[in-house]
């Protein structure tokens, strides 16, 4: 997974994540990082430290549309 910044455009920081919800390429995706993460079903006896928990729809910071998983844009 590649992170993205406050305005939405692409980081150069990514993190190998445990994804259960079945995240596609280019969604935009919620994760837990950390022992919380290994709260995901079947993840408690497994080492995961970093989850996908939701994939997300819209993003919006203010009043601005930063993304949409509708239009597929930023």
Same mark, same amino acid.
């Given at each position: 997974? /590649?992170?993205?910044?406050?305005? $939405?455009?692409? #980081?150069? +920081?990514? %993190?190998? =994540? &445990?994804? #259960? @919800?079945?995240? $596609?390429? %280019? %969604?935009? =995706?919620? =994760? *837990?990082? $950390? *022992?919380?993460? !290994? /709260?995901? +079903?079947?993840? %408690?006896? !497994?080492?995961?430290? &970093? &989850? @996908? @928990?939701?994939?997300?729809? #819209? =993003?919006?910071?203010?009043? /601005?549309? @930063?993304? *949409?998983? +509708?239009? /597929? *844009? +930023?």
């Amino acid at each position: 997974m /590649q992170f993205v910044d406050g305005q $939405g455009d692409l #980081t150069d +920081r990514y %993190e190998v =994540v &445990a994804d #259960t @919800v079945g995240a $596609g390429i %280019e %969604e935009w =995706v919620l =994760v *837990s990082l $950390g *022992s919380g993460s !290994r /709260q995901i +079903r079947d993840g %408690e006896h !497994r080492p995961i430290d &970093a &989850a @996908v @928990v939701a994939i997300i729809d #819209t =993003v919006t910071i203010g009043n /601005q549309f @930063v993304y *949409s998983k +509708r239009l /597929q *844009s +930023r």
